[in-house]
């Protein structure tokens, strides 16, 4: 019998095999299902099935939001033949764009997390200001539910903040996330100037679409909102709700990098029923 640490990333038992139980063991089955051993109850349970419908759409909304379009493709196609990164220009130059609409296509991708952007005088380039350059990044272009986060550590997250007073759950969570917005928000942006809030919103819309929250930014009144209509976490918020606080502190720590600080209140939250997850800002 192998240990859990043996088992890849994907084996992660239900809620009803982990639920305050400790998981000794697993072992996998010749028929795609798993035997959990936890506290001396055996549960059996599907491992590595097809995407759920939720995850599905969000995997697809990921890829086509950032390679949708042609002309994208064909630019992440040429940024990733040069180790170096290319500036907007040379990508305007290209493909005959105005540089413009080639930063946008550039600003695209890296918002999706598939370029990452940086500031260089290559070898030879004399003086003059260091140039803003996009190289590929490290993440995988496939379509898969888009940078799943482990189940069974979301799970165990979720189990873990229910044993702590929920006002300071909530707080950690979204310091967590928040945190984490603020790296996303370094990726995407080499310290030149902050964007405009529409821009911003739209870029945090990609980003976390690229994340599996299936997000887009609309107006809403005298207000502008984002709509997240799929979350990777969705399971275990359903069962632990402060979970939803990484997300808002996800947008937060971006709008901050990116924008400026701002509030953004939950409007809405499909882990308490709603339709969608919407933040008013």
Known sequence: MSSL????????????????????????????????????AAVVFPVGGPLTDTQFSAAVAAVTSAFGDPTRRQI???????????TASEVADRFTLHSNVARHHLDKLTAGGYLEVHVSR????????????????AQDTGIESPRRG?????????QALSFIPPADAEQMAEAVG??????????????DGHRSFRVALHAIAD??????????????????????????????????????AVDRGMVRGMLSGL????????????????DACISLV
């Open 5 to 40: 640490a043996d088992q890849p990333a994907s084996l992660a038992p239900p809620a009803s095999a982990a639920s305050g139980a400790h998981v000794a063991a697993v072992t996998p089955l010749a028929d795609d299902t798993a035997v959990v051993l936890a506290d001396e």
């Open 76 to 86: 992440y196609l040429f940024v990733r033949e040069h180790t170096d990164g290319v």
């Open 122 to 137: 290559l070898a030879g380039g004399g003086a003059g200001r260091p140039s803003k350059r996009y190289r590929k990044s």
């Open 150 to 158: 482990d189940d069974l550590l979301v799970m165990l997250l979720g």
């Open 178 to 191: 928040e945190d984490y917005g603020r790296r996303l928000a370094a990726q995407m942006s080499t310290g």
């Open 207 to 244: 980003a976390l679409t690229a994340h599996g929250f299936e997000a887009h930014a609309e107006a809403r009144g005298g207000s502008l909102a984002l709509i997240k209509d799929a979350c990777p976490f969705f399971d275990t918020a359903k069962q632990h709700p402060v979970i939803c």
């Open 259 to 274: 924008y400026g600080e701002t509030v953004t209140p939950t409007e809405s939250s499909r882990a308490l029923g709603d």
